[in-house]
């Protein structure tokens, strides 16, 4: 008989609101390198297989921000047209043209703990409920940890045996000197370069690994799995990942508005049949589920946007009303898991 799966649901919109205000102001800066991202990615190879399943990639096809998308017939995962290649990665994340690691970083020591308090201990809470019910001590190993804002989250709740690992070496310099200075241990963090991954995946003693917005960026996601697959030790794997959702419908909507969800580093979106699929495959089974995405704050970001080259007074009264009901409609669409992201546990 299958174990219960722990579900959660929603997330309040002002945790994030004030972190996420470049959004806003910074839109037109941010389309144009998005639409910068997506012409490189249209110079790629074109995609032949699904990306989740493998399967010949056949399905519906649909344009988003001038680029084509195709839902597999077989397990509904969502594709980007082209293939997302070892140098499209490399450009898109290491280049110092695009520099997309910038997204993530935070001025100085106060910023950084704001935004782990309000993004991370959320996170961080989810799995120690999950695995407070396990008796055997837990060894965490948070893959892709950019700047260590999740490593910081685990360390301040008690889960003290964590590191984390990342392929950007200045994210990993920055995240030393914020560790530096808020007084924690700068060895939780630790450099690997691209092709020692496997390696360090093979032979990591870690028995949970943590990838957050990590699956969606990986060129081989099999391979990927299949090391962790071979890895005994790992019992547990806890995932985040971006979502086809209402989110997709919004931008689709709003051309002249950042695309956050589809677009630049997101070439392809998970569903729910496509993710556990893809567990499945390497033994792993559905444990824990958080419910909850952007999908409201999307839309009123898009009307924000639209309506300040409207300038109207009116419209702005409408607008700070249906700003009270982000919430509650997101409570809906969560519901639903119609969601702009999932977390899972997974466990062998």
Not at 253 to 279: A, D, V, Y
Not at 310 to 334: C, E, G, H, T
Request: glycine letters at 4%.
């Amino acid at each position: 008989m299958r174990s219960k799966i722990l579900l959660k649901f929603g997330k309040k919109f002002e945790d994030i609101l004030n972190i996420k205000k470049n959004f806003y102001k910074d839109n037109d800066v941010l389309l144009k390198k998005q639409k910068t991202i997506a012409q490189l990615y249209k110079r790629q190879s074109v995609r032949q297989k699904c990306k989740a399943c493998e399967s010949k990639l056949r399905g519906q096809k649909f344009i988003n921000h001038n680029v084509e998308y195709i839902q597999c017939k077989i397990c509904t995962h969502v594709n980007g047209r082209f293939n997302d290649t070892e140098s499209f990665s490399k450009t898109i994340y290491e280049s110092s043209n695009i520099n997309y690691s910038k997204t993530y970083k935070s001025d100085n020591s106060k910023k950084f703990l704001a935004r782990q308090k309000k993004i991370y201990n959320p996170k961080a809470d989810f799995l120690k409920k999950y695995l407070k019910k396990k008796n055997k001590k837990i060894k965490i190993l948070d893959f892709g940890c950019g700047s260590g804002y999740f490593v910081s989250s685990l360390f301040d709740r008690g889960l003290r045996s964590v590191e984390g690992v990342e392929l950007s070496k200045k994210q990993i310099d920055y995240g030393k000197n914020i560790f530096k200075k808020i007084g924690k241990n700068q060895n939780l963090l630790r450099y690997s370069d691209r092709k020692n991954i496997y390696k360090f995946l093979e032979n990591t003693n870690a028995n949970c690994i943590t990838l957050i917005g990590v699956l969606e960026h990986l060129v081989d996601i099999h391979m990927f799995l299949k090391c962790i697959k071979r890895n005994k030790n790992i019992k547990i794997i806890y995932l985040c990942v971006p979502m086809f959702s209402v989110s997709c419908l919004i931008e689709n909507s709003f051309p002249s508005i950042f695309n956050r969800h589809l677009g630049g580093g997101h070439t392809h979106l998970f569903t729910s049949e496509s993710l556990k699929k893809l567990m499945k495959k390497f033994g792993f089974q559905e444990k824990a589920a958080w419910w909850f995405g952007t999908d409201m704050p999307d839309l009123y970001r898009s009307f924000c946007v639209n309506s300040e080259k409207n300038n109207s007074q009116a419209l702005q009264n409408i607008l700070n009303k249906f700003k009270l009901l982000i919430d509650d409609l997101q409570l809906s669409v969560d519901k639903r898991k119609l969601s702009s992201q999932v977390h899972m546990i997974f466990k062998r």
